[in-house]
């Protein structure tokens, strides 16, 4: 994937998962990454373990406080150049509205909607600057399908799939693309790390998520639309791949089967 030589790609949810395997590739691919999430020595280990590890570093920071992070990020970053923003990094969400403390609500819109939108104003004065610039963010399925149990993470991933079309539009004539990438249930942690209503994490695998295709996979496919510039590409397999086309053609449907699932 020629699109990412030497390119500085600043990848957020790096630790893990999805984050990890993006890492991998775009490494490969020639890409020179800043790293991000909480775990610095987790990060470090990932580092290590890239294609030419000279040319990578780690940016440890806590996303549920995006001004603080942003704050710590300007300063770190200086005048970095940064070609390519992925906001990759998210929490998602087991918990009935009925048990679900309002602080766990405001929890993921920090990580999973304000935080995309501090990380993206910090790097889009200097992309529209330079008239050239890449704005990636790891929406979802459920960005656009609410289901049950994820109410606060639908919200969340509806809202910042939002800002990323206001920021397409806005950003249209300046040079930069923005790409919304949609996975569907793919084999990570994510259900394990899943907010429970009282913001204790799940701490379990969940079916869908183990049965959905591998993180690497959903790596390829995702790297694969951003490097066409793709506006936004569902990423996924079976129900889970067709749930937004099905909720646009046959909205009734779609909302009877959430409600019997
Ligand atoms: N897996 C799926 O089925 C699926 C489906 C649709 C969308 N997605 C989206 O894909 C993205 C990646 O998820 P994944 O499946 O790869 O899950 P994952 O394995 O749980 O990885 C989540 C990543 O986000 C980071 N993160 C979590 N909280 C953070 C915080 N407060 N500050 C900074 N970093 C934080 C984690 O790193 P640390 O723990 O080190 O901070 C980790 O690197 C998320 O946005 C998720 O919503 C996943």
Sequence with gaps: MDYFQGKTVWLTGASSGIGLAMAQQLAAAGAQLILTARRAEVLEQVRQQLAQPQHHRVLA????????????????????????LINNAGVSQRSLILDTDLAVYRQLMEIDYFAVVALTKLVLPGMVQRGSGHIVTVSSVAGKVGTKLRSGYNGAKFGVLGFMDSLRAETAHAGLTVTSILPGFINTQVAHNSLTGDGSPLGQADPDNAGGISAEECARRSLQAIAKRKDEVVVGSGLSKLAPFLQRFLPGLVRRMVANR
């Design 61 to 84: 920071l806590d996303l549920s406080q995006p001004e603080q992070a942003a704050a710590q990020a300007q300063e770190a970053l200086g005048d970095t150049q940064i070609d390519i």
